[in-house]
Structure formats: structure tokens, C-alpha cells
């Protein structure tokens, strides 16, 4: 119900939906190719690839590996064609989606053409189906989703080390709530503000979150017991472990979230926004995780009391812990992916988690003290150091001779290869090297080579009627085509362009019926008394272009060549005066960037000779298209962190400068930080 009848310009017929040279040999043959032999098929292919047949250009589908040899079958002298791989279209209708916007309806396509795929597919004993590029959005959602069990297992393998460090189930789980209460805050910023949830702002910022969160809340709680271990009290040594520690959380925060801010200065939005996101989020997690959930640990610790002094291994405990790091794991990246389901794990979480132990260890300590068993209130975990890692720094500072030239080695290395670093992104960057997209474009670049990529055009608007105006866009693109530029080719050899409004006209042109149905609904009569295939005046052009842009464009067989969507896919009408169009060239590469510049430079040549030529008639000409605006964005973002890099180092100098008040621990602070970027 989704497909479409087309007109299909490459081979000159009406097509149905779904269609290959598989389908145009079944045609041929008179029992279809499921009563046919191997040389039934032969003979078919060289009638039908022949030159000067009508589906001569189904060679097009072919790959740039197909061979065409002399060979002689059943006596005859033939053509063999041989070809690895072959095209074929499937033509639908995106409106006969339900979504309530295109997104959604793109969204919808996706999973049908799946379905179509595999239904052509059927059982591949003989042949491989893949659809091109066919499910590039559900593949990307597919691939993001996938990305929640990577933040479940790190937030669940950080409650086990903030368990074994600190020594304490408390400490554990209040971080993990508090993970959660800082993701809750951020997105209702996101909401609150109607950032844009790009991948940047959706992903990376919650895994900075939970590594700098995490990070302030081992400091803070770490000091809190080492001044515990030196005899001060619970509800003492608050105020005094975060006296010693807040300086450095502080700097730590600012510094970092002035680093994020820096992508401000970048001027693209989605960077902007992850600049602005990333830093409310990071000063947020240090709030909570370094100033308040340390407190609140202390609270919890204090109200509990001592507890048994000999409470065996405690294997059941112990494998209860997994258990509820797991559970926090899956809570945190809940409130990620879905922060709706995660807010209500949270809650479950907080109840049975926190508030449950908490009333039983009371009970049970309680029990304890009654029974008269030995009771303890050691502090354990991380207020007693860590004796492994001082020895490891004490041994790196005494060996200072040794030490110094082995890291400048590897900080010349880690310079070098920095400069090595390829600034191009292909679609394979951010999808498994095994999902459909990636697999199909690879084989559509092995197979056809140079007819690939995408496409840069010349962008004209304005009054387009004039037919010297059509001239002269028509010279503008074999301008670009003879400039020496590499384009996509095909089959042939030839350049591949694009439709345009050049090609609408001539279309109509070629078509008596075309012509008199233009006459019919606007009145004018179409006529070309010097024969250079153009209407004799800019009125005849107008009313060539707003009856195709209304109607569409028929044949003399009465086919429609151009449907009115083809047609408003290529060209904008807004009355007799007004009108735009693309004049497209085809570019072999999203990722080669001598190959980009080299056609972007012939399509500005060209634009600005056009500009020249017709820049009375015309309000904009501009060189644009996916391809060049793909290089133009990637060339923007490294433009941005080359000025945004500087910026955060300033800031981040200056920040420390001031808090520290010494600009020379401030450099030696950043210089180890630059050489590890």
C-alpha cells in the first residue's frame, strides 16, 4: 500500500514500485523468468542492454565491475553481460505514513523498508538483498540505545569501587541517588531552556557527569574520614573536611565547567548547547556529589551508630551489594535513555535501597547493644590512605632524573600523533562497522565507485523566464562539468546531474501534449519558431513552470514524466516572476577533501559567471549542496576547537591563578594537562 508508480527518466517508463533488470527480463521473456534457462536469460540481456533499446540505461544499475564480452550462444553472435552486483529501486510514498511529522514518518519508512528487504531477500541461497542506506536513523537510535548498558555498567562498577574504597554500603548507595537526583536536575534544565537532545548533549554529558560527580564525592568524603581518623567527631568533621577540600572542588568545577562553556565561542548551536549543558551539569555534580551527599552520608552513618564489631565475612551482604550496584546501575542509565522510567526507579530505588536498610540496621544495632556484643565505630576505607599509591609517587618523585625524560618522550609522542589525527568524519564513525548502512554503502562504493557520493549545486532564485536565463544556467553546469573538477560519473562515463528547471522546460518542450496541456490551464500558447528547443518568450517560460509546478509534466504517451511532487522537489514557483532552482552536480566523496574543494572552487567559478550573466534578473546565486555543507560543518567544528581550546586554557589559568593566588602554580597546573590533551 506504501509503493508508488513512477516515471522512471533513466530508462523512459512508468515503473511500479519495485524495479530491477530481474524484473525487466521477466517481461521479456514470453514465460517470465521461472520457465526460463540460463540462455533464455542471456539472449534477454543482450536485447535488452543493446544499443539503442529502450532500457539501454538499465546498464546503469549494473556495477562498474560488469563486463559486456563477445560470445556466441545457440549460434547466435551475442553480447554476455556479467555483473556482480545490480540496483534496484523501491519507490514509496512517505505520506502514506501515519506519524504526525516527517520525522516520525521517516521513522516509520525505516522499519517498512526492512520489512521489504527482507521479503526480497527470501531465502539468499543464490544472491544478497541489502538495502542502501535503506534504515540510517533507526540504525543511529538502535546504536544510541545501546550505549544505556555501557552507563548501567559503569555507574554499577563505580558503587562497587566507592564500596570497596570507602568501605561502606552507605557511601555506595547515596551515590548512586545522588547520580540520579544530578541527572533529574539536568534534564529538566534541558527541558527547561529547550536545549536540543543531541547525541553530544544526551550521551557525553551524563558519562562527564557521573566521572567528575563521582570524582567530587570521593574527595569530599575522603577528607570527612581523614579527619575522622584523627579523632574528630561525625558532625566536626564536615565542616572541617570540606574547609580543607573546597578550595581544590572548587577550582576543580569552575575550571571545568569554564572549559565547556569555551564551545560557546564555536558559534554552532548543537556545540554551543552541549557547552552550556555540559557545564550546568558538571556544577550541579559538584554541588550535590561534593558539598551535599557527603553530608548526607555523615547523617546516615551518624543516626546508624556503631555497629557489631564481629559480623563474620558476610558473604549474603556482600553478594546483596552486587545486586543493588547492579539495580543503581540500571536506575542511573534509566534516567539517561528514559528519564521518566528512571525517575520512578528511583524512588523504588531510594525505598527499598536506602530507606529499608536504614530502619533494619537500626533495629539490628539496637539488638546488638542488648545483647551485650562488642560494639565498633572504626572508620575504615579510604581516611586511612592508600599506602600503595604513595610509595608508587614517592618512588616517581625520588627518580626524577629518570622520571622527567620519560614523560617528555612520551608527551613529544603524544604531541606528534595528535598533528597525525584525521579531521574528516564518515558515517562508519558513529555506527557498527556491521550495521546495515555501513555494510551497504560499502558495497556501493565498491561497485560503483565514482556514481556515488552526494551532490553540490548552484542555487539560483529570482525571475527565471527569460530563455537566455536557461541558457545560461544550462551553461553554467557544463561549465563545471568540462572543468577538469572530479565528478560522479556513470556508467558511461558522463557526468551525473541532477533534474532542474532546465530540464522541466526542455521536458515540456519534447511533449506536444505537455505543451498544449501548459496552453490549457494557463492560457498561453507555447511556441519555439527558432527551434533551440525553448518557449519564445519569458511568459511562455512562466507558464511553463507554473503548470508543472501545479500539474506535473506528461509525454506524448500520456506518462507522467514528472509527478508535481518531482517536480516541486526540483523547482519553487511563487508567481510569474519568481521562481528557484539547483543546478546539481554529482561529488564522488563526503570525506576526500581535495576532491570536495576541488569541485566546490568549479561550482563558485561557475556561480560567479552565472551571477554575472543574470544577476539582474536574479536575487540569490550560492554554491551549496550535502556534500560541500557536510565539509563546510567539518571545517566549522575544527574551526571551533581551535578557538575554543585557547579560551578554556585562559579561563582555566586564570581560574586557578585566582584561587590559588599564584600565577606559577596556575601554569605548572595546566602544562601536564595540555601535553595529556
Not at 526480497?120 to 548498558?149: C, H, K, Y
Not at 555507574?155 to 540520579?180: D, E, H, K, Q
Not at 552550556?276 to 550535590?288: E, F, H, K, M, T
Amino acid at each position: 500500500s506504501h509503493l508508488v508508480t513512477v516515471f522512471n527518466n533513466d530508462i523512459g517508463l512508468e515503473i511500479e514500485g519495485v524495479f530491477s533488470i530481474a524484473d525487466a527480463v521477466d517481461a521479456a521473456l514470453p514465460g517470465g523468468l521461472a520457465g526460463a534457462s540460463e540462455t533464455d536469460v542471456k539472449l534477454a540481456l543482450n536485447d535488452l542492454l543493446a544499443l539503442g533499446s529502450p532500457l539501454r540505461n538499465l546498464v546503469f544499475n549494473l556495477s562498474q565491475d560488469a563486463t559486456a564480452e563477445p560470445a556466441v550462444v545457440e549460434g547466435a553472435e551475442i553480447t554476455l553481460w556479467q555483473s556482480p552486483v545490480f540496483l534496484s529501486d523501491v519507490r514509496y510514498n512517505l505520506d502514506s505514513f501515519s506519524g504526525d511529522t516527517e520525522d516520525d514518518r521517516f521513522l516509520e519508512a525505516e522499519v517498512w523498508l526492512r520489512e521489504a528487504q527482507t521479503t526480497l531477500r527470501g531465502d539468499q541461497i543464490n544472491m544478497e538483498a541489502i538495502g542502501v542506506a535503506i534504515d540510517f536513523n533507526t540504525s543511529f537510535n538502535e546504536s544510541f540505545e545501546e550505549g544505556g548498558p555501557f552507563i548501567f555498567l559503569a555507574v554499577a562498577f563505580i558503587m562497587l569501587l566507592v564500596g570497596a574504597l570507602l568501605r561502606s554500603y552507605w557511601a555506595a548507595v547515596t551515590v548512586a541517588a545522588g547520580l540520579s537526583v544530578t541527572m533529574m536536575i539536568f534534564n529538566g534544565f534541558v527541558g527547561v531552556f529547550q536545549l536540543e537532545v543531541s547525541p553530544l548533549l544526551q550521551l557525553i554529558v551524563p558519562i562527564a557527569m557521573i566521572s567528575f560527580g563521582v570524582d567530587f564525592f570521593i574527595h569530599a568524603s575522603g577528607r570527612t574520614r581523614e579527619v575522622q581518623v584523627e579523632g574528630e567527631t561525625r558532625a566536626r568533621s564536615y565542616p572541617l573536611g570540606l574547609s580543607l577540600v573546597f578550595k581544590a572542588l572548587l577550582m576543580a568545577g569552575l575550571s571545568s565547567a569554564a572549559a565547556f562553556l569555551s564551545n560557546i565561542a564555536s558559534g554552532i548551536e548543537a556545540i554551543t548547547e552541549f557547552g552550556v549543558g555540559a557545564a550546568v551539569a558538571l556544577l550541579v555534580g559538584a554541588a550535590i556529589l561534593g558539598l551535599i551527599v557527603p553530608k548526607w552520608l555523615l547523617v546516615i552513618e551518624e543516626r546508624v551508630g556503631p555497629s557489631p564489631a564481629d559480623r563474620g565475612l558476610m558473604i549474603t551482604y556482600k553478594m546483596g551489594f552486587f545486586f543493588v550496584a547492579l539495580i543503581a546501575g540500571v536506575m542511573v542509565a534509566m534516567n539517561v535513555v528514559f528519564p521518566t522510567i528512571g525517575v520512578a526507579i528511583f524512588v523504588i530505588f531510594s525505598l527499598l535501597f536506602i530507606y529499608l536498610p536504614y530502619r533494619l540496621t537500626l533495629r539490628r544495632n539496637a539488638r546488638a547493644v542488648a545483647k551485650g556484643r562488642p560494639m565498633s565505630d572504626e572508620v575504615k576505607g579510604a581516611g586511612h590512605g592508600l599506602r600503595a599509591a604513595g610509595t608508587v609517587v614517592h618512588f616517581l618523585a625520588r627518580w626524577r632524573v629518570i622520571t622527567i625524560p620519560v614523560v617528555a618522550v612520551l608527551a613529544a609522542a603524544g604531541v606528534w600523533g595528535a598533528f597525525q589525527v584525521s579531521s574528516e568524519f564518515q558515517l562508519k564513525d558513529f555506527l557498527p562497522e556491521d550495521s546495515n548502512p555501513i555494510v551497504s554503502l560499502d558495497k556501493l562504493d565498491d561497485h560503483f565507485g565514482q556514481s556515488t557520493g552526494g551532490e553540490g549545486f548552484i542555487y539560483v532564485e529570482g525571475d527565471l523566464t527569460e530563455p537566455a536565463t536557461i541558457l545560461a544556467m544550462e551553461r553554467a553546469v557544463d561549465q563545471v562539468v568540462n572543468s577538469g573538477a572530479e565528478l560522479s560519473i556513470d556508467f558511461n562515463g558522463d557526468v551525473i546531474t541532477g533534474d532542474d528547471a532546465t530540464t522541466i522546460v526542455r521536458t515540456v518542450m519534447a511533449s506536444s501534449a505537455a505543451q498544449t496541456a501548459v496552453t490549457g490551464t494557463t492560457g498561453v500558447t507555447i511556441t519555439d519558431t527558432d527551434g533551440d528547443g525553448l518557449p519564445d518568450s519569458a511568459a511562455q517560460v512562466a507558464a511553463v513552470y507554473q503548470h508543472a509546478y501545479d500539474n506535473g509534466v506528461v509525454n506524448d504517451a500520456g506518462q507522467t514524466v514528472f509527478s508535481v511532487e518531482n517536480v516541486q522537489s526540483v523547482l519553487f514557483v511563487d508567481g510569474a516572476t519568481r521562481q528557484g532552482t539547483a543546478l546539481t552536480v554529482g561529488i564522488p566523496s563526503f570525506v576526500d577533501g581535495a576532491i570536495i574543494n576541488d569541485a566546490r572552487a568549479a561550482l563558485e567559478t561557475a556561480e560567479l559567471e552565472l551571477e554575472a550573466t543574470i544577476g539582474e534578473q536574479t536575487e540569490i546565486v550560492a554554491v551549496a549542496g550535502e556534500v560541500v555543507v557536510q565539509k563546510e560543518s567539518l571545517d566549522a567544528f575544527v574551526n571551533a576547537m581551535v578557538v575554543s581550546i585557547p579560551i578554556a586554557v585562559v579561563l582555566a589559568t586564570l581560574i586557578a591563578a585566582a584561587i590559588m593566588r599564584s600565577f606559577k602554580y596556575a601554569v605548572t597546573a595546566i602544562v601536564p594537562i595540555l601535553l595529556v590533551v
